[in-house]
């Protein structure tokens, strides 16, 4: 990316925080620091970089504060199903560029698929979609890769000792997860994409911060919930046999993770803490929601291939109406609002607001932690 076009980006995403200030000023207040630290010094963009982390480590000499006895089944549970990468068929063949028979997403699920930048010439349409793919493939590596820190943080951070044992199979879990999904991206399909902005404003915020609920609220409820539908949106559509195995091993591990974050925080949010923390977190999961949803605009393949063809608000609305971001939107606030709904974070004063995004419709949905593997992978 050439000066211009870096500096073009930095406005367009503090475009993003200015409106994020208009919606809440204090939230926008909370997020400045790891917004300057991705939109404009671009730290996501470095090969490495470290985040301070000031949270508390809690340890318990009397092992009595087990917390809810769902962390010990979900213990018991973690290290029964645990897999090994090594097994999975490696060997498989992958063509990133096969849109007919072993295809890893369908050509409809194009983001530009129907509209005018769409090109009749189907070794074009190929090369878009392989991009694609690694896209969104490494935005689910980082995330993991965020998601194995924050579960060593809640081992670390969490009240509960039952809890800390659960939460010690997900830093396995994780990095397991980081193992496959990496091996994928640049063995197979040979297309590692830096982390997307606003995913690193969400991975730095969370990690950035001192309260332990926070961590559970961001990675465990928000992520993680995320991944799960959008891991199961990709197992439904794809052709491709080594993704689709590596994909529902992964979805078993997620369904334990997002269950333990909602049984940690179930009673927590709604008993206690304050009226005024509860609010504060119902905004920062409203804002961070925001940006879940702008993780998938694609604007990394907007750069790449329609910079000058296309206007930033252009390109959202069409991403926006596209059926790839529909079934997105579909996963992630069918996991998300119910969640939500489980945790007491989705009340009469932030209703509003998720109806404004059209996603109340799932409220009444199942909560993820109430889906068994086969509905998750049939969703």
Do not use: C
């Amino acid at each position: 990316m050439n000066l211009t076009e870096q500096i073009t980006g930095t406005v367009d995403r503090m475009e993003d925080l200015a409106e994020m200030v208009l919606r809440n000023p204090r939230v926008a207040l909370e997020l400045a620091p790891s917004a300057v630290k991705g939109y404009i010094l671009h730290e996501g963009k470095q090969d490495t970089f470290a985040i301070h982390s000031p949270h508390k480590t809690l340890y318990d000499w009397t092992y009595k504060n087990e917390g809810s006895p769902v962390f010990r089944d979900l213990y018991r549970r973690a290290y029964k199903g645990q897999w090994n990468a090594e097994d999975l068929p490696w060997d498989t063949q992958v063509d990133p560029l096969d849109m007919q028979e072993r295809y890893i997403l369908p050509e409809k699920l194009n983001p530009v698929y129907g509209s005018k930048l769409y090109s009749n010439n189907k070794a074009d349409n190929a090369r878009l979609m392989h991009d694609i793919y690694g896209f969104l493939l490494s935005q689910f590596l980082h995330g993991e890769q965020g998601a194995l820190f924050a579960a060593g943080f809640t081992v670390e951070a969490t009240p509960w000792f039952g809890a800390k044992l659960y939460g010690a199979t997900q830093v396995m879990d994780e990095g397991r997860h980081v193992e496959v999904f990496s091996k994928y991206i640049i063995e197979k399909l040979e297309r590692l994409y830096p982390i997307n902005d606003n995913l690193f404003v969400i991975i730095h915020a969370l990690n950035n911060s001192p309260d332990w609920d926070i961590k559970f609220l961001g990675m465990q409820i928000m992520i993680e919930g995320l991944a799960l539908g959008a891991f199961g949106l990709i197992y439904k559509f794809t052709k491709e046999p080594l993704l689709k195995e590596l994909l529902k091993l992964v979805i078993s591990d997620e369904a334990r993770h997002v269950h333990y974050g909602v049984e940690a925080l179930r009673d927590y949010y709604t008993k206690e803490v304050s009226e005024k923390v509860r609010r504060d977190r119902e905004d920062w999961a409203y804002e961070v929601a925001v940006l879940l949803r702008n993780r998938f605009m694609f604007y990394e393949i907007r750069d790449k291939y329609y910079g000058e063809r296309i206007s930033r608000k252009g390109w959202e609305k069409m991403i926006l109406e596209s059926e790839i971001m529909r079934e997105f939107h579909r996963v992630l606030f069918s996991r998300l609002i119910p969640n939500l709904k489980a945790i007491g974070l989705l009340t009469d004063r932030i209703r509003p607001k998720y109806e404004q995004l059209g996603v109340l419709e799932y409220e009444n949905m199942k909560a993820a932690d109430r889906l068994s593997l086969a509905e998750l992978l049939a969703a």
